[in-house]
């Protein structure tokens, strides 16, 4: 029963102690390196065509812009 109690007691002060830790947080920005390293081009795809004679280069996407992912949605359907 004293086990029960204790592991009681421990579990709301670590509980208290995460919930404290968690409001000194504050918005953090990646060290410039990482920053550059996500918005860097892409690198293109090639494809070879079935007779080896023709090339395509591809180009993917990169990451969309902040802009378009906080636009509003308009769900039609």
């Known amino acids: 029963m004293k086990k029960v109690g204790l592991l009681l007691i421990l579990t709301a002060i670590f509980s208290i102690n995460r919930a ?10 990646p060290p410039d390196e990482i920053t550059r390293l996500v918005d ?9 065509s079935p007779d080896n004679k023709t090339l395509l280069l591809l180009e ?15 769900r039609l359907a």
């Open 40 to 48: 860097a081009p892409t690198t293109p795809s090639l494809s070879v």
């Open 60 to 74: 993917n996407p990169g990451h969309p812009p902040i802009e378009k992912l906080a636009a509003e949605e308009l």
């Open 20 to 29: 404290e830790a968690q409001d000194q947080l504050s918005y953090q920005v």
